[in-house]
């Protein structure tokens, strides 16, 4: 007698959540402070400029910031000492250890919105993961920290792989499913870009804003608002090392006086260097992944993308479509909140998605640092 085999079951995203912080910067109150540190720089500097022994630091310029990325704001969760030209950087307290951390606190708003959309009480949930570019600490993870906060029972860990650990956070929870391991997994992605943000850096000074974002996996035959949810039909994950986007910080760095406050303690990056190198890896990922699903790109309606540069994104979705693609086929979120990290796709899948029909095709697309790409395909039911 031959074992019957079980059927992976399938495996729906039922809800996604979403939490903005309220103070918001523009390009103008941006390049403002900006600029006026810049002034103050070459002033205290001005005979080493002069004698040619330092670099005069150029001004920056708002309406060329949307032009090159299509930022027009940000929000972050403090913005007194951001636009501070004494300081440039937020000032974001520490927390008791008895408090929920700030991180937490951020994924823990977005989840219960998540967890209401998709109908599912914390009791529900087998598992929590925190999938973000930064951890405010080592240990213990996040996502036991929310877990906590929220009451579920089960397992829970942190991952990071930089702007795409939403996607890759995704393929683990449905595998997780599909295994039969869990039956609904919380993922979370709490994002403080602009603590690891270089603001002084007029390259890359207008990047990056915070928010959090949460989604809700579950297996189908579980009960909940699953009318509008969305299949899992198939996800694909690639990463091929690379130094073009690059953040050293870590606990070794303590180990080396000369490297503490190094430029490479924060956000780097190649910018020209990783739009060339990218872009191909993620269009081409696109089109092989849907055709090993026995999809035509004709048949997406929607595109998620990663929301880091709005020139990077109307290319991919060019590429994959093999025509020009409008704003409302590839969703860009950039205006408001500017590169979000790994949550940048999931506020674009949060906000764009209510139009679609029953039986419409949709992709989740990440790339970043690593390289890292992860794409996710989906019909809504």
């Known amino acids: 007698m031959q074992p019957t085999q079980s059927v992976p079951p399938e495996v729906l995203i039922s809800g996604t959540g979403l939490f903005t912080p309220e ?5 103008t ?10 002034r103050r720089f070459n002033g205290r500097h001005a005979e080493a ?3 040619g022994e330092m670099r005069a630091m150029g001004m920056s310029n708002a309406e060329f910031i949307e032009k090159a990325s299509g930022i027009k704001s940000r929000h972050v969760l403090n913005k007194s000492g951001i636009v501070d030209p004494d300081r440039l950087y937020p000032f974001i307290a520490e927390r008791r250890n008895d408090e929920l951390s700030v991180q937490a ?3 823990v708003k977005a989840a219960l919105q998540a967890l209401e959309c998709a109908g599912q009480p914390v009791e529900a949930i087998d598992g929590v993961i925190v999938a973000c570019s930064n951890m405010q600490r080592a240990y213990p993870a996040m996502a036991i920290e929310i877990q906590q906060a929220l009451g579920i ?3 829970a860990f942190d991952m990071n792989v930089a702007c795409s650990s939403a996607t890759f956070g995704l393929q683990v929870a449905t595998d997780s499913i599909r ?11 709490p994002e403080i870009c602009s603590a690891h943000l270089e ?3 007029r390259d890359c000074h207008f990047i990056f804003g915070d928010v959090a974002t949460a989604v809700v996996l579950q297996a189908a035959d579980l009960p909940g608002r699953t009318e509008a949810a969305w299949s899992v039909l198939g996800t694909q994950l690639q990463t091929r090392f690379s130094n073009n986007i690059r953040n050293n910080f870590g606990f070794l760095n303590r180990c080396d006086e000369s490297g503490v406050g190094a430029r490479d303690k924060l956000f780097m990056q190649e910018g020209r260097k990783v739009f060339k190198e990218v872009c191909p890896m993620v269009y081409e990922q696109i089109g092989e992944h849907l055709q090993a699903m026995g999809l035509q790109p004709a048949q997406l309606k929607r595109l998620w993308l990663h929301q880091a540069n709005s020139n990077m994104n109307e290319l991919i979705a060019r590429k994959v479509m093999g025509r020009e693609v409008s704003r409302l086929e590839a969703p860009l979120i950039l205006d408001e909140y500017a590169n979000t990290s790994s949550a940048g796709s999931i506020i674009a899948f949060h906000k764009h998605r209510s139009d679609l029909q029953s039986g419409d095709y949709g992709v989740i697309c990440s790339f970043g640092a690593g390289y890292s790409i992860g794409s ?3 019909r809504k039911c």
């Open 23 to 27: 103070e918001s910067i523009s390009n």
């Open 29 to 38: 109150e941006l390049v403002a402070a900006f600029d006026e540190y810049a």
């Open 49 to 51: 400029i002069a004698a």
């Open 105 to 107: 606190e951020m994924g």
């Open 153 to 155: 029972q089960g397992f």
């Open 179 to 189: 295994s039969g391991s869990a039956r609904s997994v919380l993922m979370v992605n």
């Open 199 to 201: 603001w002084r850096d």
């Open 376 to 378: 996710v395909i989906l």
